[in-house]
């Protein structure tokens, strides 16, 4: 039996590797090893125009999808104006943010399980019409467990909500999660729920109980895709298997 086909969003960006300076469609290894190590065979998606109008073509052939974190999203997408500290909507990024609307969007028409991450868990509640804090020391929370400095992670634990997917994939609590962001979750969008809390009562985790298997974290498990992060990396790729298998 083949193995489930896991698309990942990547994203482009300027890189130096070897003899080479140059733009790059990339993705953190945390990503391809979590997908990798749950059973699945990972497939990089780089953001284009044409995939956002046609997302079904890239879906196509896949059984599951991982939203990856990455730069802000445009705070136009939900309403509001770009703050001191919030990352400046180049074009490139508006590509990806279109992008990735749009599969999120037909990943959710097909019930194709997906797994949101950091940046992702914000895509996801903007999708819905959620917001977002676009700075969580204005929401008077503690920046440093989230992100102490920019390249460093933040630890901190995390409690899920008893009867949610995210309990029942991770337990009653994740101790020590890699935490890098600024923003957070303002308001909840239409049909998710929240499915974790910070330390510090910020929300950490939500899903969408109309679907099969549709979740997202605010922290980053492809820093412990062999270790903390796997379990997570595992539901998507079983839900996707089985979801492969109905199809078959």
Request: aromatic content about 4%; charged content about 25%.
């Amino acid at each position: 039996m083949s193995r489930p086909r896991i698309g990942i969003c990547a994203y482009r960006t300027h890189a130096r590797w070897t003899h080479w300076d140059l733009e790059a469609t990339v993705i953190p290894q945390g990503y391809v090893e979590g997908v990798r190590l749950a059973g699945g065979v990972p497939i990089l998606l780089p953001p284009t125009p044409e995939g956002a109008e046609d997302p079904a073509e890239v879906l196509d052939g896949l059984d599951g999808l991982v939203l990856s974190g990455g730069p802000d999203l445009n705070p136009a997408l939900y309403g509001a104006e770009r703050e001191e500290g919030t990352d400046e909507p180049t074009p490139e990024r508006q590509i990806r943010d279109a992008f990735e609307l749009s599969l999120l969007r037909e990943a959710r028409r097909r019930q194709m399980p997906v797994l949101g991450i950091c940046r992702g868990l914000q895509l996801m509640n903007v999708e819905r019409g959620g917001t977002l804090v676009q700075d969580v020391t204005r929401a008077d929370l503690d920046l440093a467990p989230h992100r102490p400095q920019l390249g460093t992670y933040g630890r901190h634990r995390v409690t899920t909500e008893s009867g949610t997917v995210t309990a029942s994939v991770l337990g009653e609590s994740v101790d020590d999660i890699h935490s890098h962001h600024h923003q957070g979750i303002a308001e909840v969008g239409e049909g998710l729920i929240v499915s974790g809390h910070a330390h510090d009562g910020s929300i950490e985790a939500i899903e969408d109980p109309s679907q099969p298997f549709c979740m997202a974290v605010l922290w980053h498990p492809e820093e412990a895709a062999a270790g903390a992060g796997a379990p997570l990396f595992k539901a998507l790729v079983d839900a996707a298997s089985q979801g492969r298998n109905g199809r078959s």
